[in-house]
């Protein structure tokens, strides 16, 4: 029951998932899309899981003050907040008292997060109460916005648009742009020319970045370009062509390995 | 640009520079946005997954049906099984029972392969095999230029290479011979394709700093009202902002710079 039923669920979903792609009928069709919705619901309850994760290790850090544990704070406000403006929106003209509401959720947040790793856990608790009673009261008076769970009004609020545009954005696109500094170091490790094939690494890098800088000397642009684009669709595209089929092969072998219960390691250990 | 805008503007443009801060060393500015963006990407995903994903493969299914009939009385009442499963999924989070969500792994993780054999075979093996298996145009073979990507030779190239890369990464057959010959010739073509990879990330990355440069610019125009950005309600306060964040980043590395003298002078 433990260990076999799954492994049985394995075989008979992974089995008739494999062969109903090859029956060309509605029924079939009808199955599949089924079973696809019962995944992605599967899926978004395991989210849970992830976040529940990151709160018990942010906390965690909290507690035993280790290395950047204030930063924890950050971290899980960051995520809390998120949520909350995912979930409402403004009705009127004004927001009314929505920034008391938020605020009484941070506090709310705040007091979990001490009631959780405090030996003062009534203190904390009876706080956590008051803040809850507070952005309940809010929530229940204030017409200026509302709460939405079922529509996705929220995903239109202006806060959360401006938390994803302005707070989001810059730090990924930043986060990325930061890489090209830290590839241009590997590059040199990895790119001095020491036998031939360092060499054809570094010919074809450097040419297809020569492509993209406006400062060539006359007539040399033309010719960098054709060379930048015959390496992307010629020999790049042989290379991978072969990585790509190599891929396909290797998840097919996977995904038979695991049906047919010769890897188990993702059931854990127990 | 309202006053509003500006400031959510100044927040974007104070989090490019902590995190580009990290090239000079790991420091609590880079350390609190990269803790931030953890946070908020988590919360982000939560509230788009729940929206996108939740809502319209689960509640509205079920929508039709009353909380206190557990929502057996709906049209699609199955709904629920896959959402119980779900919830038999948090029993990881008991010691005793986190067995229990083994089922819902086991059915998650049986579909998904079943799913995938089929349709990896069908993308990336058979599309890459069935675009390789072309005729080749001997009688354009040089297309007038070596470097034409549509020629008989780029076409041969391709199809030679590709099996060569795929006979380098075949490891039962010892690599000696014609079969090792065509094995180098594999990993020429690999690295060919390698570096012009790269070349290509390096590029894309570049391409992503320019932006946020052009970002910073942008905000130092919207501060002082140039003719780029018109603003009808400017006022000193932009100003005020602009040389705040500026004083904020001078005072660092004057800070940082003197912290460091002393520390030599040590």
């Known amino acids: 029951m433990k260990r076999q039923l799954p492994f049985l669920l394995v075989f008979i979903f992974g089995a008739f998932m494999t062969i109903q792609y090859y029956v060309p009928h509605e029924s079939s069709e009808f199955v599949y899309t089924f079973l696809l919705d019962w995944t992605m619901i599967i899926g978004i309850f395991a989210l849970a899981l992830g976040i529940w994760s990151l709160y018990h290790v942010s906390v965690d850090k909290i507690q035993h003050k280790k290395e950047n544990w204030i930063y924890s704070y950050v971290t899980l406000f960051g995520l809390f907040i998120m949520v909350v403006f995912g979930f409402s929106y403004k009705v009127g003209d004004s927001w009314g008292m929505y920034p008391l509401f938020v605020i009484a959720l941070m506090a709310l947040l705040y007091c979990l997060i001490h009631a959780s790793i405090s030996r003062s856990k009534g203190f904390w608790l009876g706080l956590s109460g008051a803040a809850l009673a507070v952005s309940f009261g809010v929530a229940f008076f204030d017409d200026s916005w509302k709460l939405a769970f079922m529509t996705s009004e929220g995903l239109k609020n202006t806060m959360f648009t401006n938390f994803a545009d302005f707070v989001l954005t810059p730090i990924l696109a930043t986060m990325f742009a930061l890489l090209a500094f830290f590839i241009a170091s590997a590059a040199y490790r990895a790119f001095r020319a020491r036998n031939v094939l360092a060499s054809l690494l570094l010919i074809a890098a450097i040419i297809v970045m020569l492509r993209f800088n406006p400062y060539m000397p006359f007539g040399l642009p033309e010719l960098v370009a054709e060379t930048s684009s015959w390496l992307m669709n010629v020999p790049n595209l042989a290379a991978q062509r072969a990585i790509v089929i190599g891929i396909g092969l290797g998840i097919v072998a996977t995904s038979l390995k695991v049906i047919l219960g010769i890897e188990r390691g993702y059931m854990g250990k127990g | ?266």
């Open chain 2, 1 to 266: 640009m309202e006053f509003s805008d500006f400031l959510w503007m100044t927040c974007g443009i104070f989090l490019t520079l902590a995190t580009f801060s990290f090239l000079y060393k790991d420091n609590p500015f880079y350390k609190f946005a990269e803790h931030l963006v953890v946070g908020v990407s988590a919360g982000f995903f939560v509230v788009v997954l729940w929206h996108g994903t939740l809502v319209p493969n689960l509640f509205q299914k079920l929508e039709d049906g009353d909380w206190y009939m557990l929502w057996l009385n709906s049209s699609e009442w199955w709904y629920i099984i896959p959402a119980l499963l779900g919830v038999l999924m948090w029993t990881r989070f008991s010691k005793e029972y986190s067995w229990v969500s083994r089922w819902p792994m086991g059915l998650y993780i049986g579909i998904s392969t079943g799913i995938a054999i089929p349709l990896e075979m069908s993308n990336r093996v058979n599309k890459q095999l069935h675009a390789m298996m072309i005729e080749i145009d001997w009688a354009n073979f040089f297309g007038g230029n070596i470097l034409s990507t549509t020629s008989g030779f780029a076409q041969l190239l391709i199809f030679v290479g590709a099996i060569a890369a795929l006979i380098y990464f075949f490891f039962s057959k010892e690599h000696k011979g014609l079969f090792g010959g065509v094995a180098t010739f594999g990993i020429w073509i690999l690295m060919i394709g390698f570096g012009a990879s790269f070349g290509y990330t390096v590029m894309a990355r570049v391409s992503l700093f320019i932006n946020r440069m052009q970002d910073t610019k942008d905000w130092g125009i919207a501060a002082f009202n140039n003719a780029e950005v018109v603003n009808p309600h400017y006022g000193a306060q932009y100003q005020i902002v602009f040389w705040l964040l500026v004083l904020f980043v001078v005072g660092y590395i004057i800070n940082e710079i003197v912290s460091h003298l002393k520390s030599k002078q040590v």
